[in-house]
Protein backbone atom coordinates (compact mmCIF):
# COMPACT_ATOMS: atom_id res chain seq x y z
CA UNK A 1 0.00 0.00 0.00
CA UNK A 2 1.72 3.23 -0.93
CA UNK A 3 2.31 5.79 1.85
CA UNK A 4 -0.03 8.69 0.18
CA UNK A 5 -3.45 7.67 -2.05
CA UNK A 6 -4.79 10.39 -4.20
CA UNK A 7 -8.11 10.35 -5.90
CA UNK A 8 -6.78 9.29 -9.85
CA UNK A 9 -9.61 11.35 -11.69
CA UNK A 10 -9.68 12.63 -14.20
CA UNK A 11 -11.98 15.07 -12.90
CA UNK A 12 -13.89 17.75 -15.36
CA UNK A 13 -16.01 20.74 -14.21
CA UNK A 14 -17.41 23.66 -15.95
CA UNK A 15 -15.83 27.15 -15.28
CA UNK A 16 -17.24 28.77 -12.05
CA UNK A 17 -17.31 25.33 -10.11
CA UNK A 18 -15.99 24.56 -6.42
CA UNK A 19 -12.95 21.81 -7.01
CA UNK A 20 -12.48 19.43 -3.89
CA UNK A 21 -9.03 17.56 -4.45
CA UNK A 22 -8.25 14.62 -2.07
CA UNK A 23 -5.33 12.68 -0.61
CA UNK A 24 -5.23 9.97 2.27
CA UNK A 25 -1.86 9.39 3.98
CA UNK A 26 -0.86 6.46 6.66
CA UNK A 27 2.46 7.47 7.74
CA UNK A 28 1.94 9.76 10.83
CA UNK A 29 4.95 11.53 10.74
CA UNK A 30 4.30 13.93 8.18
CA UNK A 31 4.10 17.05 9.46
CA UNK A 32 3.97 19.28 6.65
CA UNK A 33 1.63 19.08 3.90
CA UNK A 34 1.97 20.88 -0.24
CA UNK A 35 -0.09 20.69 -3.04
CA UNK A 36 1.76 21.15 -6.21
CA UNK A 37 0.17 22.36 -10.09
CA UNK A 38 1.65 20.61 -12.64
CA UNK A 39 0.89 22.19 -16.18
CA UNK A 40 1.43 19.61 -18.86
CA UNK A 41 5.07 18.96 -19.84
CA UNK A 42 6.23 21.25 -17.60
CA UNK A 43 7.82 20.48 -13.79
CA UNK A 44 5.26 20.33 -10.57
CA UNK A 45 5.06 24.19 -8.85
CA UNK A 46 4.35 24.59 -5.32
CA UNK A 47 1.05 26.33 -4.88
CA UNK A 48 0.53 26.00 -1.17
CA UNK A 49 1.61 24.33 2.09
CA UNK A 50 0.23 23.42 5.74
CA UNK A 51 1.96 22.32 8.74
CA UNK A 52 0.25 20.30 11.03
CA UNK A 53 -4.15 20.24 10.90
CA UNK A 54 -6.04 23.59 10.24
CA UNK A 55 -6.69 25.26 7.34
CA UNK A 56 -5.16 28.11 5.15
CA UNK A 57 -6.40 29.98 2.56
CA UNK A 58 -5.08 31.76 -0.56
CA UNK A 59 -7.42 33.47 -3.03
CA UNK A 60 -9.08 31.08 -4.30
CA UNK A 61 -7.13 28.11 -3.19
CA UNK A 62 -8.06 26.54 0.42
CA UNK A 63 -6.00 24.10 1.47
CA UNK A 64 -7.15 21.56 5.02
CA UNK A 65 -5.39 18.98 7.09
CA UNK A 66 -6.96 16.61 9.11
CA UNK A 67 -4.17 14.91 11.03
CA UNK A 68 -6.91 12.56 13.06
CA UNK A 69 -8.15 11.21 9.55
CA UNK A 70 -5.00 11.57 7.76
CA UNK A 71 -7.01 13.59 5.24
CA UNK A 72 -5.98 16.22 2.81
CA UNK A 73 -7.79 18.60 0.81
CA UNK A 74 -7.38 21.37 -1.54
CA UNK A 75 -10.57 23.18 -2.43
CA UNK A 76 -10.37 25.70 -5.44
CA UNK A 77 -13.49 28.23 -5.56
CA UNK A 78 -14.74 30.02 -9.16
CA UNK A 79 -12.43 27.70 -11.19
CA UNK A 80 -10.99 28.93 -14.31
CA UNK A 81 -9.74 26.92 -17.32
CA UNK A 82 -6.10 28.45 -16.45
CA UNK A 83 -6.80 26.18 -13.40
CA UNK A 84 -6.40 22.89 -16.08
CA UNK A 85 -3.87 21.04 -14.67
CA UNK A 86 -2.58 17.96 -12.78
CA UNK A 87 -2.74 18.50 -8.82
CA UNK A 88 -0.13 16.41 -6.99
CA UNK A 89 0.01 16.21 -2.83
CA UNK A 90 2.93 15.96 -0.97
CA UNK A 91 3.99 15.40 2.10
CA UNK A 92 7.17 15.45 4.32
CA UNK A 93 7.85 14.67 7.90
CA UNK A 94 9.57 17.19 10.34
CA UNK A 95 13.19 18.36 10.28
CA UNK A 96 15.71 15.89 9.88
CA UNK A 97 14.15 14.05 7.25
CA UNK A 98 15.85 16.12 4.47
CA UNK A 99 12.62 17.37 3.70
CA UNK A 100 12.15 14.79 1.06
CA UNK A 101 8.69 14.92 0.05
CA UNK A 102 6.25 12.11 -0.82
CA UNK A 103 4.06 12.49 -3.70
CA UNK A 104 0.59 11.56 -4.58
CA UNK A 105 0.17 10.12 -7.90
CA UNK A 106 -2.01 13.38 -9.03
CA UNK A 107 -5.36 14.41 -10.28
CA UNK A 108 -5.90 15.78 -13.69
CA UNK A 109 -8.69 18.61 -13.85
CA UNK A 110 -10.30 19.95 -16.79
CA UNK A 111 -12.00 23.43 -16.20
CA UNK A 112 -14.52 23.75 -19.40
CA UNK A 113 -15.16 27.20 -20.39
CA UNK B 1 16.18 35.12 -11.94
CA UNK B 2 16.93 31.71 -13.45
CA UNK B 3 14.97 28.96 -12.37
CA UNK B 4 16.19 25.26 -12.69
CA UNK B 5 17.31 24.08 -15.82
CA UNK B 6 17.80 20.53 -17.11
CA UNK B 7 19.02 18.88 -20.23
CA UNK B 8 18.47 17.72 -22.66
CA UNK B 9 14.44 17.88 -22.57
CA UNK B 10 14.17 14.86 -24.49
CA UNK B 11 16.32 11.97 -25.03
CA UNK B 12 15.62 8.66 -27.27
CA UNK B 13 18.45 6.08 -26.72
CA UNK B 14 18.43 1.74 -27.23
CA UNK B 15 18.43 -0.15 -24.92
CA UNK B 16 21.86 -1.45 -23.29
CA UNK B 17 23.17 2.19 -23.63
CA UNK B 18 23.91 4.96 -20.99
CA UNK B 19 22.24 8.34 -20.80
CA UNK B 20 23.54 11.24 -18.87
CA UNK B 21 20.80 13.88 -17.48
CA UNK B 22 21.88 17.15 -16.68
CA UNK B 23 20.27 19.52 -13.70
CA UNK B 24 21.60 23.09 -12.80
CA UNK B 25 19.82 24.14 -9.75
CA UNK B 26 19.05 27.74 -8.64
CA UNK B 27 21.81 29.77 -7.86
CA UNK B 28 22.80 29.75 -3.94
CA UNK B 29 20.21 26.32 -3.75
CA UNK B 30 22.40 23.80 -1.46
CA UNK B 31 19.98 21.66 -1.47
CA UNK B 32 19.29 19.14 -4.87
CA UNK B 33 17.27 16.55 -5.71
CA UNK B 34 16.28 13.86 -8.38
CA UNK B 35 12.45 12.63 -8.94
CA UNK B 36 11.42 10.05 -11.92
CA UNK B 37 7.98 10.36 -12.88
CA UNK B 38 6.02 7.57 -14.84
CA UNK B 39 3.22 7.99 -17.26
CA UNK B 40 0.25 9.07 -15.23
CA UNK B 41 2.10 8.41 -12.00
CA UNK B 42 3.30 11.03 -9.16
CA UNK B 43 7.22 11.67 -8.29
CA UNK B 44 9.21 9.08 -7.42
CA UNK B 45 12.41 10.24 -5.03
CA UNK B 46 15.15 9.21 -6.45
CA UNK B 47 18.46 10.80 -4.90
CA UNK B 48 18.99 14.35 -2.82
CA UNK B 49 22.37 16.04 -1.95
CA UNK B 50 23.14 18.75 0.46
CA UNK B 51 25.92 20.20 -1.35
CA UNK B 52 27.99 17.69 -3.07
CA UNK B 53 27.23 15.06 -0.30
CA UNK B 54 23.97 12.29 -1.07
CA UNK B 55 23.71 11.52 2.29
CA UNK B 56 20.05 9.29 1.01
CA UNK B 57 20.49 7.51 -2.38
CA UNK B 58 17.37 4.74 -0.95
CA UNK B 59 15.64 5.93 -4.05
CA UNK B 60 17.77 4.93 -6.87
CA UNK B 61 16.10 1.65 -8.63
CA UNK B 62 19.22 -0.03 -8.88
CA UNK B 63 22.85 0.22 -9.19
CA UNK B 64 22.53 0.84 -13.17
CA UNK B 65 21.72 4.12 -11.33
CA UNK B 66 24.16 6.59 -9.87
CA UNK B 67 24.25 10.52 -9.41
CA UNK B 68 27.14 12.72 -8.65
CA UNK B 69 27.06 16.74 -7.81
CA UNK B 70 30.01 18.92 -8.08
CA UNK B 71 31.00 22.42 -7.14
CA UNK B 72 27.84 22.74 -5.26
CA UNK B 73 25.96 23.28 -8.32
CA UNK B 74 25.71 21.09 -11.87
CA UNK B 75 24.18 17.52 -10.96
CA UNK B 76 24.60 14.50 -13.18
CA UNK B 77 21.86 11.52 -13.03
CA UNK B 78 23.58 8.60 -14.69
CA UNK B 79 21.65 5.15 -15.77
CA UNK B 80 24.28 2.58 -17.18
CA UNK B 81 22.44 0.04 -19.57
CA UNK B 82 19.07 1.37 -19.73
CA UNK B 83 16.62 -0.38 -20.10
CA UNK B 84 12.89 0.21 -21.41
CA UNK B 85 11.16 0.49 -17.44
CA UNK B 86 13.93 3.23 -17.49
CA UNK B 87 11.30 5.31 -19.47
CA UNK B 88 10.07 8.38 -18.13
CA UNK B 89 10.18 12.14 -17.19
CA UNK B 90 13.26 12.72 -15.06
CA UNK B 91 12.96 15.84 -13.05
CA UNK B 92 15.44 17.65 -10.32
CA UNK B 93 14.27 20.22 -8.11
CA UNK B 94 16.35 22.62 -5.88
CA UNK B 95 15.63 24.50 -2.51
CA UNK B 96 17.58 26.75 -0.19
CA UNK B 97 19.01 24.11 2.68
CA UNK B 98 17.78 20.74 3.28
CA UNK B 99 16.18 20.29 6.83
CA UNK B 100 14.96 24.36 6.35
CA UNK B 101 10.85 24.48 8.36
CA UNK B 102 9.40 24.04 4.70
CA UNK B 103 11.84 22.75 2.43
CA UNK B 104 10.45 24.42 -0.91
CA UNK B 105 11.48 22.96 -3.86
CA UNK B 106 11.50 24.36 -6.88
CA UNK B 107 11.50 22.27 -9.95
CA UNK B 108 12.74 22.06 -13.62
CA UNK B 109 11.12 21.15 -16.51
CA UNK B 110 12.45 17.76 -16.27
CA UNK B 111 14.29 15.36 -19.09
CA UNK B 112 11.81 12.76 -20.93
CA UNK B 113 13.63 9.99 -21.56
CA UNK B 114 12.51 7.22 -24.44
CA UNK B 115 14.48 4.01 -23.96
CA UNK B 116 13.46 1.67 -27.27
Known amino acids: QKEVEQDPGPLSVPEGAIVSLNCTYS??????FMWYRQYSRKGPELLMYTYSSGNKEDGRFTAQVDKSSKYISLFIRDSQPSDSATYLCAMSALYGNAGKSTFGDGTTLTVKP | GAGVSQSPSNKVTEKGKDVELRCDPISGHTALYWYRQSLGQGLEFLIY????????KSGLPSDRFSAERTGGSVSTLTIQRTQQEDSAVYLC??????????????FGPGTRLTVL
Open chain 1, 27 to 32: NSAFQY
Open chain 2, 49 to 56: FQGNSAPD
Open chain 2, 93 to 106: ASSTQVGATIDTQY
